[in-house]
């Protein structure tokens, strides 16, 4: 392998590490500490019905207040009533203390690895989910009337201390869906204020166990908008807190959304997430999160989002009515491409920033990787281990032309070396002749000198399309192959005990062993001079020990792939070496 050659397998290298960390710091947006926008009047309309608004409010780009004027004095809040709303999926808890949902369980997945786990459970004492900042009369601090319609439907209502009647109806649906709908109505013979406000997705945390791996930031707020596409903040969380002055709590809006419109935002962790979703997109969004000081300092502990309304006169005898959906579940494609209005974008299959323009690329393949592997987990026996490994024969099978001619191109590339060297020398006065003379021997002897790492380069969005499938697939949760108990996280065997590294991790280490054999099995069986050798010897252990550090920690159902795609490889190269001796 010559120094161009070498130069260009170590970029190669160096693409995997600089693919996980340069789409989460590059072209990142400029934020700022939001000021206030004056409020903003909108003309009263007729009464309209249910579904639709009779007065559409104005936005707000910026968190509003906690208090508004003429607010009655503080009272004692009266016991709290909850009312439970419950089917086959998903259970929410109402709360007659601020109006919103206090918990939320997911039936159908554990909490913990384990038989006698509990399900999921979100819980909202911090800040109810759905409920409304910045309004006297809808706080957490304030009470409301909360009475059960059906089995699946549910009313909160009080009059607030402007004279406004606020009422909210929600109803539970399948696919972890809640529609609900806020009526502001102004029943008095004049017109009325209603107030800057906020409401909140409620705050969600890191899953039980959850590891921080490198190059995947576990919790995330996201805002989409029909013009400008999806936003993925969870990236930018870190510039977001120092941009603030590293405040233990952040409340701000990033600058770049100060004015847009909101379709809906979203806060997530690893595997669930909370949507929130206007029918009518007329409000902005901010960006909440906590992190614990005590530790580290660094990763936020908890994240939520708020769509941000400004005031709105309402005009007597009428009423402003904003229908919502809200989505409490798993970040699962299928559910979230059902549940419309582009809501699959939290699953982040979309590139943003500087490698956007790959998207016509990537973003079928993330799609058409994550169907074909659970289209082969639920007709092949095994789980998703062998769905992956089935997988990975595939895009193989697929790739075999373009490696098979690789493999063939680097094994004429090792037997010219020799007669390279030798024109070297012979002409190592007249650059200009060697460079000829050099270009007329890869014509001859069939010869490209980027036919090794071309291929290479082809299957790169292949990996780097798995990587973004297989690092937050809620299907690997928990499920199991050989040795490994969770696919979806690092082995962590013997787990604080291991000095330095803290676990053991083995796939990892099989993986590497196995570019080392892979390297071995590639290595010319012609003559090399010594300056050769060397860099042989270096390729051997330096790719290995690099993959080694930056995919140790890394989800199993990654290292699966990325081992058995090396082993495949090794099979493909021995039997070209058999047929090489028989022939």
Not at 256 to 270: G, P, Y
Request: aromatic share 10%; proline share 7%; net charge positive.
């Amino acid at each position: 392998m010559n120094k161009k050659d070498l130069t260009i397998v170590i970029l190669l290298a160096l693409l995997i590490p600089a693919w996980m960390f340069i789409d989460r710091t590059f072209v990142a947006p400029r934020y700022a500490t939001p000021t206030p926008l004056p409020s903003t009047e909108i003309a009263p309309a007729s009464e309209a019905p249910i579904g639709a608004s009779s007065t559409t409010p104005a936005i707000s780009a910026a968190p509003v207040p906690l208090s508004i004027e003429n607010s009655s004095k503080t009272t004692a809040l009266a016991p709290e009533k909850t009312l439970t709303l419950k089917n086959e999926q998903l259970e929410i808890v109402l709360s007659s203390h601020g109006g919103g949902i206090i918990k939320a369980t997911l039936f159908e997945y554990a909490d913990e690895n384990s038989d006698e786990s509990k399900p999921v459970q979100f819980t909202y004492r911090k800040q109810p989910a759905l409920s409304y900042l910045g309004i006297s009369g809808l706080e957490k601090t304030d009470t409301f009337q909360l009475d059960r319609v059906s089995r699946n439907k549910a009313t909160l209502s009080k009059t607030l201390p402007s004279g406004i009647y606020f009422q909210r109806t929600l109803t539970l649906l399948d696919n972890y869906k809640i529609e609900f709908t806020d009526r502001f109505i102004n029943q008095s013979k004049q017109a009325l204020l209603l107030p800057a406000r906020r409401i909140h997705t409620g705050y969600i945390s890191n899953p039980i166990g959850t590891d921080s791996m490198q190059g995947l930031h576990i919790l995330g707020v996201d805002s989409y908008t029909p013009a400008g596409g999806v936003n993925y903040w969870g990236r930018k969380l870190n510039k977001l807190f120092k941009k603030s002055g590293n405040p233990a709590a952040l409340d701000t809006v990033p600058e770049d959304m100060r004015l847009e419109i909101a379709d809906w935002v979203s806060a997530k962790n690893k595997f669930f997430t909370h949507i929130l979703r206007p029918h009518e997109p007329i409000a902005t969004m901010a960006v909440l999160a906590d992190r614990d000081l005590s530790e580290k300092g660094i990763l936020p502990t908890s994240v939520a989002a708020t769509l941000n309304f400004t005031s709105t006169a309402i005009e007597q005898n009428n009423t402003v009515q904003l229908p919502y959906t809200f989505y409490i579940g798993p970040k699962q494609y299928d559910l979230l491409k059902q549940a419309g209005n582009s809501m699959e974008k939290v699953m982040e299959f979309e590139t943003i920033g500087f490698w956007s323009f790959t998207n016509i690329l990537m973003e079928p393949s993330r799609k058409a990787l994550l169907y074909s592997m659970n289209l082969f987990n639920q007709y092949l026996p095994g789980g998703y281990g062998i769905a992956i490994i089935i997988l990975t024969l595939l895009i193989r099978i697929l790739f075999w032309p373009l490696t098979h001619k690789s493999t063939e191109s680097m094994k004429r590339m090792q037997e010219v070396q020799p007669e390279l060297k030798a024109l070297q020398e012979k002409y190592k006065k007249d650059p200009q002749r060697m460079q000829q003379e050099t270009m007329k021997l890869y014509k001859e002897r069939r010869v490209n000198p980027m036919g090794g790492c071309l291929p290479m380069f082809i299957q790169i969005p292949v990996f780097f399309a798995l990587f973004t499938v297989l690092r937050n697939a809620i299907e690997l949760r928990f499920s199991s192959f050989l040795w490994i108990k969770d696919l979806s996280t690092a082995e962590n065997l013997f787990a604080g005990s291991i000095p330095l590294v803290g676990a053991l991790n083995i796939l990892p280490i099989v993986m590497s062993l196995s570019m080392i054999w892979q390297q071995k099995l590639s290595s010319p069986g012609t003559a090399m001079t010594p300056e050769q050798q060397q860099q042989q010897r270096i390729m051997m252990f330096m790719m290995p020990i690099m993959m080694l550090f930056f995919f140790y920690t890394m989800p199993s159902g990654l290292v699966l792939y990325w081992t058995v795609s090396n082993l495949l490889m090794i099979a493909q190269i021995g039997m070209r070496n058999i047929r090489q001796k028989k022939a």
